[in-house]
Each structure stands twice: as structure tokens, then as C-alpha cells.
């Protein structure tokens, strides 16, 4: 966690946040090239989430184990909480598991994160706090052979209050495209950290995606930490 008594009403998370395997779990049977690959982790989702917890004196819980271990961004019942397959590529520790090992997951690497964030949004509600929730992803700029334009993204669904104001905020820069549920909607069955811990309480919130190839190095994730903390100032003026 950073900033625990940060000042600011934002609250900011980061699901996909590390590509590390705990020792015992032996990689997943992977190389480091694959763990260090978008289906390890987001990349360069966690430098532009300390980056803004830094300018807006923000609270920030990062996860810190890969989503290949048990995806933290996804509800009990999804087929790829846990995947066998992810991209392609087979994940030979994550084949067969009983229903006690995927528990097990569950109680090591899933509930530690998320009751982290409930503990930071609880005391702050306690004491009559505002909170804003800001989950922070990272895309590839391709997928099957396709383009992807947008060089940032909003996922939202229905109270799009925020979101709103934000893409006229982006768009207004002028020199970026930027993605409207595109090319990820906020989907309250499938995703689970924005629905759990924003929308259950009413939260005002955000769920964002910069495009990986942009974000890659701290030079990249400053800039675009910056660029999203001006449209944000504007969209909320």
C-alpha cells in the first residue's frame, strides 16, 4: 500500500499490478519471458499508479502477485480467475487444481488484496471521508492481429457521470484517441474490483486502460499519469 493517510478523495488500485509467482508455486511452470508478457501482468500499470498516488497524495493498494496465480479483476465463477490458457500459451500450474487448491488461492492471494482496499474505503467512509475510485489497467496495443488506436481508455457502465466528463476532458487534449468502452467495457459479471468495492457503496469511480507500449518505462508512466491528472483536474472543475 502507499500513501495509507494520503489526503486526496482518490482512492486508486491496480488489480494486474505484478508478475510475481510466490516460490512455491514454481513459476507455474513458466519462464520468465512469459511471466514477464501482458498475461503476467499488466505492464507499466503499477508505475503510473504510484505515479498518481505521488501527485494526488492518493491512497494506492497495489496487487502484488501476477494475475496467473488468480486473476484479482475477476468474479468466483469466471472461467479465467485462475487460467489453464491465457493468450495462447498453456499454464502447466494451473492445470487439474482441486477445488481446495483453487480455495487455497483464493485465501492466500485473492481476499488479502481486496480486504485491503475494503479496510482503506471502511476507515474512510468511518470518518466521513470522500472516496473516488480509480482502477488502473494496462492494454496491449494489439490483440489477434489488430490494432488498437486508443492510446487510453475509459471502462464504464451505467453511471457514467465521471466517465463522461473525463473522455471530454481526454478529448479535448487534441493529440490522443481515446476509447470509450473500448476496447474493454466495465462489466459487473466478469469484473469484480470496481463493482465490489465502488458500486456496491455508490462510489464515484473510474476504471482506466493506457495502452502498454506507452507506459513500458518510468519516462512513459510519469507522462501519462500527468496527462490523466490534467484531464481529471478539468473533468472534475
Known sequence: MLRPLGTSAYVLICDHASKRVPAELNSLGLGEAELSRH???DIGAAGVTEALSETF???AVLCNTSRLV???NR???ARDLIPEVSDGTVIPGNAGLSETDKAERVE???RPYHDAI???LAEREARGALSILISIHSMNPTLGGESRPWQIAVSSYRDRSLADALLAALRELGDIKVGDNEPYDLDP???YSVPYHAMRRG???LQMEFRNDLIADERGQVEWARRFRDALDAARS
Open 39 to 41: 498475461i503476467g501482468w
Open 57 to 59: 497524495d492518493a491512497t
Open 70 to 72: 488468480i486473476d484479482c
Open 75 to 77: 468474479q468466483s465463477d
Open 108 to 110: 492466500l492471494y485473492f
Open 118 to 120: 475494503e479496510a482503506v
Open 189 to 191: 459479471r466478469v469484473d
Open 203 to 205: 462510489l464515484a469511480h
